[in-house]
């Protein structure tokens, strides 16, 4: 992924951060959904301490004193409340943390005291005193039900907490001004950093990485001594995402900002956390999958690299999910809903693909079981050829002619699968055809000479080994030679095949025999008649090669005779 769309990808995150963030400013209306159906609703929206602290936040923000009042947990009314809630937005506005999307939106709270139920920590403050603790209360009122207000204690503190916040007000003109111009109500400043700052400090992150690979490169040349290494990445685009948001968390600590642009930082920080370490661990379980690759290729295992593949995917698709979580509770989003969601789409997404999820399981069991691998040589479904490559879907063939057939897995998973390349002998199987002019002593020294043959040769399985005559054919003597012979490969076999069988002939030229054709006699009353017949050789090879058939003409043969009435071979 190029460094164009990861700046795009962050600025997306960025927008989708700030609209959540700016949100904020927008003034609460009735709940549409609350919790419980019994609870009255608020036009304030003080039914959560989510919205009772953007409420207020609001309602003070646009200059609404007096509404931002009614959020305080006070016995004052009139000019003294509307000046302890100024004096209260000014020290939240100034220090509590922008974490806005970690207050409890639930009616009951999130329940930080067990021994009391009714009060909730929406942040705390650091000052000169110490940490304080910014804490709302649940109070019961007649007209709106149980709703949630700034509690007395945190009021108590507030004049000394403004009056240290005023002593350090000031600053520059030049921030003054970036703070309080606005451009579609959004401050100067915010437009600056996102559109100017922030690919600035990326590009130069980017810049870094080009010049200070190379000489790390050469140093880990110099170190393993390896020329095939490539330069590695001092500065990879994961590493300059997670230093980008120490930078905007350095600004907030640095740059006195109201609270909701601390916010709108804060999520944009937060976001680009997220998204450097999903990016980084999908990194790191890429080179992972590498140095497993490596490994397994040089172990020839083959189809175990599908497997590996699919794992990897998978593991990347768990990664992303697991950071979007992170994302839905960061901004307070329910993700039980989210899953129940994922969850039925899951069952119609499975309904839908029922086959594509069949291949791929077949695949999964065919590359587990190492039925198949990829060189084999198999006959399935009709198809007779080469596996070239298993995946997790289908399984490619090359035929014979040079095709290459796609059998899906769940097929070749069904069907009656037959694997050539997996035998450890090859089956000799031949029928040596002799003349009737064979003598029997002719035939009984060729079944010895074809016998010492097959156990001379190492090729030959010794046990395996037998030659046996088998009766009266046609126009021959039938003997039967079976034997199993050890090779390496179906053209290794042949070679050994045809050796053997020249020796076969030989055998049967030594012994003064000759290998009998297809004929026929016939005996004929009072005269000589002769018979052309046709042979028709015929040669089938194993694995699918071409049948190929040849009519030799026999020369003219003369036909014995015999008298009327004579039984035939005899007279």
Known sequence: MTARRVGLIVLFLGVLAAQSAWTQAIPPGPSSAPAKPEVPQDALGRTTPRGTVRGFLSAAGKGEIDTAARYL???LRGEPATALAHKLFVVLNSRLPGRLNEISDRAEGSLPYPGEPG????????????????????????????????SRKTLDEVPELYAEVSSEAGGNRFTKFLLETRIAHIALIHWLALFVGLPL?????????????????????????????????????PVRLLLLAAAIYWMLSAIALPILARQFWS????ITVIVGIVWLIIRLNGWFETKIRVRLGRRHRTGALSMLRFARSAVDGLIIFVGLLVVFHYFGINATTALAGLGVGGIAVA????????????????????AIRVGDFLRVSGTLGTVTDIGLR?????????????????????????????????????????????????????????????????????????????????????????????????????????????????????AGARIALPSRITYLTGSVSTEIGTDVAAQTTDEGSEVR??????????????KAGASEYGG
């Open 351 to 370: 309904l839908a693909a029922q086959k594509t999820l069949e291949n791929v399981i077949a695949g999964v069991s065919l590359i587990s079981d190492k």
């Open 549 to 562: 058939t040849k009519p030799r003409k026999l020369a003219p043969k003369p036909l014995a005779t015999r």
């Open 201 to 237: 400090l990326f590009l130069l992150g980017a810049r870094l990485n080009r010049v200070l690979s190379p000489p790390l490169g050469r140093l880990l040349l110099r170190l393993n001594k390896n020329p095939a290494l490539r330069d590695p990445e001092f500065l990879s685009i």
């Open 73 to 75: 947990s006070t016995r």
């Open 394 to 510: 289908s399984t490619r063939i090359r035929t014979l002619d040079r095709t290459v057939v796609n059998v899906p897995n769940g097929q070749i998973a069904n069907a009656s699968l037959e694997n050539l390349s997996l035998r450890d002998q090859f089956w000799f199987h031949h029928t040596v055809r002799l003349t009737y002019e064979t003598t029997v002593t002719q035939l009984r020294s060729i079944l010895a000479g074809l016998t010492n043959l097959l156990l001379r040769s190492s090729a030959v399985e010794e046990s395996s080994a037998r030659v046996r005559f088998l009766g009266f054919g046609e126009s021959s003597l039938d003997s039967e030679i079976f034997a199993y012979v050890y090779a390496r490969d179906w053209p290794d076999f042949l070679r050994l095949q045809e050796e053997l069988l020249l020796q076969v002939m030989d055998l049967v030229e030594a």
């Open 119 to 150: 009060k909730d920590v929406i942040g705390t403050i650091s000052s000169d005193i110490g940490n304080v603790d910014v804490l709302v209360e649940r109070v019961e009122q007649k007209d709106a039900g149980p709703i949630w207000l700034f």
């Open 267 to 270: 999520s944009i920080a937060a």
